[in-house]
């Protein structure tokens, strides 16, 4: 009698243990799940905060930073359609971004080019500027009788570029240098920037090419 009691005190106990382990594993797995969802569900927040910050420019980010953080986002692989229309937005902004870079690289590259084509040609640049700045007719005609010596001809071809799109140049009506430099000293103003000089063999200018500031 004694051993079918401690029989049964030993069945319950394995039943009461056995059934202890799998409500413990049951308990394990949601507990994983919750703590799955809740990383998750932090992941997906802080996306969303970093996505709109990107968007709305409120982030001392670079462009490299914001380009690589959109890319851990992206690699998520988020589901929520609100998180894929701020991917959507994040990327458009990105690519703004870098057009505006990219046209003030390009501003930059044309005014070094300006500089240096004024620094390399500052020998005719100051002769246009002081017939510009005569204070008379008599020292302009002077002055321009002195330039004359700088061209080939009276009447070389002065090409004054107005604008600048897709790669080509809008000129304005051509002339030559003696109406150029007559137009000059009425105006008493010299506003261009010298964007290419040809010479001949002796040193002579045979063409001047500029743009309006």
């Known amino acids: ?39 998750y569900a932090a992941k997906a927040s ?3 905060k970093d996505l709109l910050a990107i968007i709305n420019g409120d982030t001392d980010w670079t462009l490299e930073q914001k380009k690589a953080r959109l890319e851990a986002i992206k690699a998520e692989n988020f589901k929520e359609q609100e998180i894929l229309d701020l991917i959507s937005q994040a990327e458009e902004k990105i690519k703004e971004q870098e057009r505006i870079l990219e046209e003030e690289k390009l501003k930059e590259l044309e005014k070094e080019k300006h500089k240096e084509v004024t620094e390399k040609y500052s020998a005719v640049v100051n002769k246009l500027k002081s017939i510009a700045g005569s204070p008379n007719y008599e020292t302009a005609n002077r002055m321009i009788k002195g330039a004359m010596n700088m061209f080939a001809a009276p009447d070389i071809p002065v090409l004054i570029i107005i604008s600048k799109a897709g790669g080509f140049n809008d000129y304005d009506k051509p002339t030559t240098i003696s109406k150029f430099l007559d137009y000059l000293k009425d105006v008493k103003s010299f506003n261009y ?3 290419s000089v040809k010479y001949n063999e002796l040193g002579k200018i045979t063409e001047l090419e500029l743009i309006k500031k």
């Open 1 to 39: 009698m004694k051993n079918i009691t401690s029989k049964l005190v030993m069945y319950s106990l394995i039943v009461i243990i056995a059934m202890g382990g799998a409500t413990s594993c049951k308990s394990k797995k949601k507990l994983a799940r919750e703590r799955a969802a809740a990383e």
């Open 46 to 48: 802080q996306a969303k």
């Open 193 to 195: 920037n010298i964007e």
